[in-house]
């Protein structure tokens, strides 16, 4: 075969060219070596039973000794007032995962209060504004569902009274402008009424001096109901803020929950059955690569 024929036959798909024992060779040759695996696996079969056993009883083994972990979850829901403290909800954040708030909540639940204790308490909590609202969602992971739950409520019923006097000195503010408002509406109303008088008082036909009188009455009346009106639209505006006004309000209560985040056994188990299996049949082509011939393997050998 001259070279340019090499070449092409080089070239050429596998099988394509080729003489039919050359096929049934290439096709022997593949299924020799799935043969060869296949062997490799049933030779170590029970190595890697033992390992894919013993992995599935350390991830059981665990799961059960692993202290499980728990997760209740709350929603707040800010108090709503024009301007505040408790209102923003970057505030709320930071003030509800604070060692010192957290120092006060656990006063009276028997809970530890050292700074350590505290900061593993911080580290388990997760307060997240709900984006486009004025929700705050609570998140607690312990090993003591109702002592956590108990936390929580004692944390939202601790955040709602410190927002409770900023609420009620909003309420304070409004009402005491709207008095203010009802005042100068007063005045105003009692201005109009002698305008009124006034004006009904001049001669019909009183002379140049007279029409100047009524004109000025007149321009003086229609200031002061300008004035009445904004005033009026004020103490409705200042009306809607105060029944806008919302405390602290809880959207959804944390519940006791009936099992645990962590462990998972099922989830564990499966995951170590399969590591398990992957780490075994590794650990048979390695030794199956690294093992030395037996006199049995060159007998198959030439025997073939």
């Known amino acids: 075969m001259s070279e340019n024929e090499q070449v092409t036959a080089a070239a050429r798909p596998w099988g394509e060219g080729q003489t039919p024992r050359r096929r049934d060779e290439a096709a022997d040759f593949d299924e020799i070596d799935l043969r060869e695996y296949l062997v490799t696996l049933w030779r170590y079969r029970r190595m890697i039973l033992a390992v894919v056993a013993a992995a599935v009883l350390v991830a059981a083994g665990a799961s059960f000794l692993i202290t499980p972990v728990y997760e209740l979850h709350t929603t707040l829901g800010l108090a709503q007032y024009p301007s505040g403290f408790y209102t923003n909800p970057g505030a709320a954040t930071e003030v509800l995962a604070s060692t010192d708030f957290l120092g006060e909540v656990t006063a009276g639940l028997n809970l530890p209060r050292d700074r350590r204790h505290l900061l593993e308490l911080a580290e388990n909590l997760e307060v997240k504004p709900v984006e486009g609202t004025n929700l ?10 109702a002592t956590g739950r108990a936390l929580l409520e004692k944390m939202v019923a601790l955040y709602a009274a410190r ?13 005491r402008q709207l008095a203010t408002v009802e005042k100068w509406q007063a005045d ?28 000025q009455l007149a321009t003086a009346l229609q200031g002061l109901e300008q004035q009445r ?11 809607k803020e105060l029944t806008s006004l919302r405390p602290v309000q809880v959207v959804q209560k944390a519940e006791q929950p009936l099992r645990p985040v962590r462990p998972r056994p099922a989830l564990n188990v499966a995951v170590a059955l399969v590591l398990g299996l992957m780490v075994a049949v590794l650990a048979a082509f390695a030794r199956e690569y690294f093992r030395r011939p037996t006199p049995l393997d060159y007998g198959t050998v030439g025997g073939t």
């Not at 927002?163 to 009402?175: K, P």
């Not at 009106?229 to 009306?239: E, I, K, T, V």
């Open 229 to 239: 009106l904004a005033l009026l639209d004020r103490y409705l505006g200042l009306q």
């Open 136 to 145: 705050l969602k609570i998140t607690l992971r312990t090993a003591d569902p």
């Open 163 to 175: 927002s409770e006097q900023e609420l009620a000195e909003q309420r304070d503010l409004l009402r």
């Open 188 to 215: 105003v109303d009692r201005g109009i009424t002698e305008l009124r008088q006034a004006l009904a008082a001049l001669p019909a036909a009183g002379g140049l001096e007279a029409g100047f009188q009524r004109a």
